[in-house]
């Protein structure tokens, strides 16, 4: 895991449990990366399972949980002051781990543990996709302010000028 951040690491060795830096069949480095909506996929598992499994999941289950903060991933700022909420970055590498073609993109640290990490370009702003569940299980867990919910487009702004007709 990420210690900083308790967040989780996208490849494995299944193994040995260590975080991979190479594929293991083709040897390609691998540039180990913590995703946003793949570790809010996996606290929503957590979730379900502190709450209906037997005591010691449970238990266990909300340990894990617990450690994980999710206000690393969201830019209080990426809306704009006028908005006055923020949206949840793609995810991040540390610096030790950042692939080369990150090296001009933003460099931070929202939650404010450990050192600055690199973000991905670009934020998840749509309601109406699979990557909302970083935005439920954030607000849910109380680690980003309500707010954020209401700075999600509903829709895809209209930025096409043509119609089904012309389409014929």
């Not at 210690?3 to 480095?29: C, E, H, M």
């Not at 908005?83 to 590498?93: P, Y």
């Not at 699979?130 to 439920?136: K, P």
Request: negative net charge; glycine residues 8%.
């Amino acid at each position: 895991r990420h210690a900083d951040s308790g967040q989780f690491y996208n490849w494995y060795d299944p193994t040995t449990g260590r975080k991979l830096t190479v594929w293991p069949i083709s040897g390609d480095p691998l540039n180990p990366f913590l995703s946003s909506v793949d570790n809010a996929w996996l606290a929503t598992a957590l979730l379900m399972v502190a709450h209906a499994a037997t005591p010691e999941q449970r238990y266990q289950a909300q340990a894990i949980l617990n450690g994980m903060d999710f206000s690393c991933y969201y830019d209080p700022n990426a809306r704009g002051p006028e908005v006055n909420a923020g949206l949840m970055r793609g995810g991040f590498w540390t610096t030790a781990d950042a692939p080369a073609y990150a090296g001009n993109f933003p460099k931070g640290n929202y939650c404010g543990k450990g050192p600055d990490v690199i973000y991905t370009g670009h934020h998840y702003g749509t309601l109406n996709s699979e990557t909302r569940i970083i935005s439920y299980v954030a607000i849910a867990l109380g680690q980003v302010p309500a707010a954020h919910y209401f700075a999600l487009w509903r829709t895809f702004p209209n930025t096409c000028d043509w119609s089904l007709q012309e389409m014929s």
